[in-house]
Nanobody, 126 residues
Framework: QAPLVESGGDSVQAGGSLRLSCELLQYTGRRKCMAWFRQAPGKEREGVASLNTRSGTTEYLDSVKGRFTISQDSAKYTNYLQMNDLKPEDSAMYYC???????????????????WGQGTPVTVSS
């Protein structure tokens, strides 16, 4: 059983919106960092958005700034990635990641996260 479970991936037309959800199934520390990564076929995995749940600091991939927003619902132990104005180049498998974070920064490095979901696919058509 995966420690994180993603949902919300779908096939949409360019310009559409989706909201991805990530439910935490295990404790990752009192000061949690949560992030979304994505990987398209033949390409390296890249950080999309990151959130430090203690400080509220967020970080985004340049190509999604102004279009994507990461947030959390602490009562439901869930974080979300709201994706607006989707483009074909956003098509990828999206992975949720989480781990304890020491400071107030929101890391975008893959090595900062030890807990990963299995992914939810997003396909954006022209």
């Amino acid at each position: 059983q995966a420690p994180l479970v993603e949902s919300g991936g779908d096939s949409v037309q360019a310009g559409g919106s989706l909201r991805l959800s990530c439910e935490l199934l295990q404790y990752t520390g009192r000061r949690k960092c949560m992030a979304w990564f994505r990987q398209a076929p033949g390409k390296e995995r890249e950080g999309v958005a990151s959130l430090n749940t203690r400080s509220g600091t967020t970080e985004y991939l340049d190509s999604v700034k102004g279009r994507f927003t990461i947030s959390q619902d602490s009562a439901k132990y869930t974080n979300y990635l709201q994706m607006n104005d989707l483009k074909p180049e956003d098509s990828a498998m999206y992975y949720c990641a989480a781990d304890w974070c020491q400071g107030d920064a929101a890391p975008m490095q893959e090595t900062a996260f030890g807990f990963w979901g299995q992914g939810t696919p997003v396909t954006v058509s022209s």
